[in-house]
């Protein structure tokens, strides 16, 4: 009997222990999952209103005055990888002529892990915010849409981008080998326009989707001031319109005994640099 006793209580906390377990790592994975962000769609014609003519920024890339069927002035592709350069041409705006040009990657032979870019000789800045819209085009093995900036050349650089059916991530490309920094998840839909912003001062990077904010990351792997860009991968085709990149001025370093909040201290906020005429 009291063996009998002895078993059920074993069963007993068994079950209850196992109960606890599930319970646990339910409310684990419900408490890690994350919740998709659902960017709001860029309208087209109010935002090129609000651009204007591009004063106020460092510079303004609209691409309506470049030659159409041709890389944009000042341009010039690159890729990471193995594999022959993308075809980059000034384009007629997908969604109609009246809201001007658009430069896209509108042909390439790439597969896999070969990364398309076309980056902006000058000017060449470190810290920055840096604006675009886009559009997803096509591709068979992969759709998506990047901004790259404190390039050097093809591989060596920092890279803000969204695939369809995967998440919103920013990465550091060193030597050509890409490092993960941070992702997002997120629900999007590719059929119509986004815009992509990064603010990086210093270290310290912040990367939103259609105003939404979505990574906020620090680095030092790339200090140095750079090329700024677009990019896609594999066979990806991507319209890209409106280039917005204004310089910034990172927070001066900490005093020697200062404290936080002072000025130089660690919250001291970075301050636009002064805009120059595009």
């Not at 419900?30 to 935002?47: E, F, Q, S, T, Y």
């Not at 591009?54 to 341009?75: H, I, L």
Request: charged share 25%.
């Amino acid at each position: 009997m009291k063996r009998t006793t002895v078993v059920k209580i074993l069963v007993l906390t068994g079950v209850v222990a196992l109960a606890g377990l599930t319970l646990e790592n339910a409310w684990s994975q419900n408490a890690a999952a994350p919740v998709p962000v659902v960017p709001k769609p860029l309208d087209r014609a109010k935002a090129k209103e609000k651009y204007g003519t591009g004063q106020g920024y460092t510079m303004f890339w609209s691409f309506d005055k470049d030659e159409a069927g041709q890389v944009p002035k000042g341009w010039k592709p690159a890729q990471t990888g193995q594999g022959t350069l993308g075809k980059w041409q000034v384009i007629q705006d997908p969604d109609g002529s009246q809201l001007g040009r658009v430069v896209a990657l509108v042909e390439t032979k790439n597969k896999g892990n070969t990364l398309n870019l076309l980056l902006a000789e000058s000017p060449k800045v470190q810290d920055l915010c840096l604006q675009v819209d886009f559009k997803i085009l096509g591709g068979s093995e992969d759709r998506g849409a990047g901004i790259v900036w404190r390039a050097q050349d093809g591989d060596n650089y920092y890279l803000a981008r969204w695939n369809v059916g995967e998440n919103f991530r920013v990465y550091v490309t060193k030597d050509g080998k890409r490092k993960l920094l941070a992702e997002a998840k997120m629900e999007f839909d590719p059929g119509v326009w986004h815009e992509l912003e990064i603010k990086h001062n210093g270290n310290h990077i912040l990367a939103e989707l259609d105003e939404a904010d979505l990574i906020d990351v620090e680095d030092a792997t790339l200090a140095g001031p750079g090329m700024v860009g677009l990019w896609t991968k594999a066979d990806a085709t991507t319209a890209f319109d409106d280039v917005r990149l204004s310089e910034t001025k990172a927070a001066p370093a900490k005093p020697a005994g200062a404290d936080a909040g002072q000025p130089g201290g660690k919250d001291a906020a970075p301050g636009p640099a002064k805009p120059k005429t595009p």
